[in-house]
């Protein structure tokens, strides 16, 4: 099993950056693909970006390609996303997630996921 623990949200103005992270504990981390969603207020949870095991590659939302990068560091079972150009749409609660695997036509999906963490507040003020 693993826990995922979120930290480093926060409020920031619009066109700043912010990074934050999300730690997992268990010796099993580098096996799992990984994901971050956020919800904003009156609306679903959304997929933002994922991160594949084996060979590291990534997969973004529309709404945030090349404005965030996913990160995963194995060798201290933690991963972080940086976020920049932030708007104020972006505003949210963030959340990492692991999935034991997943298909990869289908990490937007949040039944893929085993794993969530608690989740963080990201505000971008306009």
């Known amino acids: 099993q693993l826990q995922l623990v979120e930290s480093g949200g926060g409020l920031v103005q619009a066109g700043g950056s912010l990074r934050f992270f999300c730690a997992a504990s268990?010796?099993?981390?580098?096996?799992?693909?990984m994901g971050w969603f956020r919800q904003a207020p009156g609306k679903e949870r959304e997929f933002v970006a994922a991160?594949?095991?084996?060979?590291?590659?990534?997969r973004y939302a529309d709404s945030v390609e090349s404005r965030f990068t996913f990160v995963r560091d194995n060798t201290k079972n933690t991963m972080y996303l940086q976020m920049n150009s932030l708007k104020p749409e972006d505003t949210a609660v963030y959340y990492c997630?692991?999935?034991?695997?997943?298909?990869?036509?289908?990490?937007?999906?949040?039944?893929?996921?085993?794993?969530w963490g608690q989740g963080t507040q990201v505000t971008v003020s306009s």
């Open positions: 268990g010796r099993t981390f580098r096996k799992h693909d």
């Open positions: 991160i594949i095991s084996s060979d590291g590659s990534t």
């Open positions: 997630a692991a999935a034991v695997t997943f298909r990869w036509n289908r990490v937007e999906e949040e039944k893929e996921y085993d794993y």
